[in-house]
T-cell receptor, first 116, second 114 residues
Framework: AQSVTQPDIHITVSEGASLELRCNYSYGATPYLFWYVQSPGQGLQLLLKYFSGDTLVQGIKGFEAEFKRSQSSFNLRKPSVHWSDAAEYFCAVGARGSSNTGKLIFGQGTTLQVKP | NAGVTQTPKFRILKIGQSMTLQCTQDMNHNYMYWYRQDPGMGLKLIYYSVGAGITDKGEVPNGYNVSRSTTEDFPLRLELAAPSQTSVYFC?????????????FGPGTRLTVL
């Protein structure tokens, strides 16, 4: 069965510092991978997604993520965090091929706090 | 485009009451979804629909019902509300399957069952 683990429930970084949010997945083949962000009181917004090709994916708001097949990981990074990045971040995985029922499996989420 | 809209934003129910959470999208998306979000649990899929007249269960369908009579609307029905259904509910839509396309989320409905 597919699963997604975000090991860090809560992360605090200083404004201007770099950021890495971890995501590990369990799946029998290469899945589709997503990062979503949820600002307080809002719905989720897609940051970036990986389907195939280049394993380093660029997204909106200066975020990027790297797919590492050997580690079953899809970590999210940003070189310099802004106060407006404070939010909850969700990693998600979707199935490929004939087993694709159109479902996404979400991780538990990581809450990012940004210190001035 | 309004995108995905949900009503109401907040609701308090008594145990045993029923209600319908409304969801409408104006992007002509075929796929629509209902999720619930509980603290520390991420999002869990309740029901989804791949087109008008077609619905299917997700991970946590018990206690809920859905219908999809039009492309635009995908209401979620709670028949006998229970405290375990206290949660934030999100509706989402996508053009193709969510594994190959972006899901667009509504702002959510915060439901409390007392």
């Amino acid at each position: 069965a597919q699963s997604v683990t975000q090991p860090d429930i809560h992360i605090t970084v200083s404004e201007g510092a770099s950021l890495e949010l971890r995501c590990n997945y369990s799946y029998g083949a290469t899945p589709y991978l997503f990062w979503y962000v949820q600002s307080p009181g809002q719905g989720l917004q897609l940051l970036l997604k990986y389907f195939s090709g280049d394993t380093l994916v660029q997204g909106i708001k200066g975020f990027e993520a790297e797919f590492k097949r050997s580690q079953s990981s899809f970590n999210l990074r940003k070189p310099s965090v802004h106060w407006s990045d404070a939010a909850e971040y969700f990693c998600a995985v979707g199935a490929r091929g004939s087993s694709n029922t159109g479902k996404l499996i979400f991780g538990q989420g990581t809450t990012l706090q940004v210190k001035p | 485009n309004a995108g995905v809209t949900q009503t109401p934003k907040f609701r308090i129910l008594k145990i045993g009451q029923s209600m319908t959470l409304q969801c409408t999208q104006d992007m002509n998306h075929n796929y629509m979804y209902w999720y619930r979000q509980d603290p520390g649990m991420g999002l869990k899929l309740i029901y989804y629909s791949v087109g008008a007249g077609i619905t299917d269960k997700g991970e946590v369908p018990n206690g809920y019902n859905v219908s999809r009579s039009t492309t635009e609307d995908f209401p979620l029905r709670l028949e006998l509300a229970a405290p375990s259904q206290t949660s934030v509910y999100f509706c989402a839509s996508s053009f193709q399957t969510p594994s190959t396309d972006t899901q667009y989320f509504g702002p959510g409905t915060r439901l409390t069952v007392l």
